[in-house]
């Protein structure tokens, strides 16, 4: 593992960080509580209008895109400078996660399957922050197993017509368009009778409610199709053949190496046992020793994963250890918090010390270990791929979508 950067990367890091001395918005006043404990639809407002004049920013000055090919106005460079720039934005990272479904998924997904006007239409706009997209794949009945999706495309003439429910659907509420799964052919096995869509949010037949989660913030939703109707235009890829098209948008979200760790750090820890008077207090100590511990595993993670792509190499099943390493950090690090508040844990954010923000943070440990790919799902990978352990037994081989649903029913 070669943790220096390249001269090419480290010539990129030094763009960066001049870039962002000069152009770094101060998030504080717009972010405030972080998570979010109440949900406060002006600071929303806010939020999304800063998060649109950051993307814009970041496009003006080249950095908006930095994976996409040059022809469509990125700059070519690939996952490991994303990762440089991610590492280097601090909290500004919070204003580019609005844009991580479109920038980093349906982007190279319409670069690799959408028609030249579809390119021309969506591609220079989501660069620019003028568009807000989400991912339409998770239902209440398929999430893990999102080849089991039950949400149905009926071909009327030149249209599809969309019936269906989706769920845990990220900045559904603000978003201007998503990008959709949809069984069009339940005669075939369930992974080959999907495909793929673009769809305006705004569009007759769609409804949205926003999820309210145990923190009290809503960025998550479920959306409602009914009757929703879409030109054959607004396909992406092949009839049918949208688990193919999906395979490149998760791939791109698998691709996301490194990252930033602003969020919550030692310092933050440390400032907290201060206050609860446990500085000096023995488990106290061990217990923020072994927060620094888990922090430099996992970047020395991160860092073997962006060695291996900066070589050449596809990102392999040490993904999946860098995720489910990070899910148990943040179990452990929510359990820690709650242990340094004592009874304070117990207020509401309009008492509690940080607003409620350090209780958004144990909440979230459950999110974390299930958001993009499950606990368990990791471990699966980890044991097939890692230790050579016999894969798990499928029922569902060579059965088609529509004998799947009659077996379920007569279980």
């Not at 209008?49 to 469509?72: L, M, N, V």
């Not at 999706?149 to 559904?172: F, M, N, P």
């Not at 950090?329 to 940080?354: N, R």
Request: aromatic share 8%; proline share 5%.
């Amino acid at each position: 593992m070669d943790v220096d950067d390249t001269p090419a990367e480290a010539a990129f890091r030094a763009e960066v960080r001049a870039f962002l001395a000069e152009h770094a918005p101060d998030v504080t006043p717009l972010v405030g509580v972080w998570p979010p404990r109440v949900i406060d639809h002006e600071r929303d407002a806010r939020f999304i209008d800063a998060s649109r004049a950051w993307q814009r920013c970041r496009a003006e000055h080249g950095f908006a895109g930095i994976g996409w090919p040059e022809a469509y106005g990125g700059r070519g460079l690939g996952p490991v400078f994303e990762a440089i720039f991610a590492e280097e934005e601090g909290m500004a990272m919070l204003l580019s996660g609005l844009f991580s479904v479109g920038i980093g998924m349906v982007g190279p997904t319409i670069i690799a399957h959408g028609t030249h006007e579809q390119k021309t239409a969506f591609l220079a706009p989501l660069l620019r922050g003028e568009q807000v997209w989400c991912q339409l794949f998770s239902e209440p009945n398929a999430g893990s197993d999102l080849a089991g999706l039950e949400t149905r495309a009926e071909r009327d003439g030149d249209e599809w017509v969309i019936h269906g429910q989706k769920v845990w659907t990220s900045h559904a509420h603000a978003a201007d368009w998503g990008i959709l799964l949809a069984r069009s052919n339940p005669d075939v096995p369930k992974h080959r009778g999907i495909t793929c869509f673009l769809v305006d949010m705004r569009a007759p037949g769609i409804e949205v409610r926003p999820l309210r989660q145990a923190t009290g913030s809503a960025e998550f939703n479920e959306v409602f199709l009914d009757g929703l109707r879409l030109s054959d235009d607004d396909r992406l890829g092949p009839v049918d053949d949208g688990w193919r098209v999906a395979m490149t948008t998760l791939t791109s979200e698998r691709v996301s190496i490194g990252g930033n760790t602003a969020v919550l750090s030692l310092d933050d820890l440390v400032a907290l046992a201060d206050r609860r008077g446990l500085r000096d207090d023995a488990p106290t100590r061990q217990a923020l020793v072994g927060f620094h511990t888990r922090v430099q595993l996992i970047t020395y993670l991160a860092w073997r994963l962006r060695s291996a792509v900066s070589a050449g190499r596809e990102p392999g099943p040490e993904s999946s250890v860098l995720k489910l390493a990070m899910s148990r950090h943040q179990e452990a690090t929510g359990d820690l918090i709650m242990g340094l508040l004592g009874a304070d844990a117990t207020l509401d954010h309009a008492d509690a010390y940080g607003g409620g923000s350090w209780q958004g943070h144990f909440l979230y440990q459950w999110a974390s270990r299930l958001g993009g790919g499950t606990d368990q799902v990791q471990r699966t990978v980890i044991g097939e791929r890692v230790l050579g352990l016999p894969g798990e037994p499928r029922t569902d081989k060579g059965l088609t979508f529509r004998q799947l649903q009659r077996a379920a029913l007569d279980r």
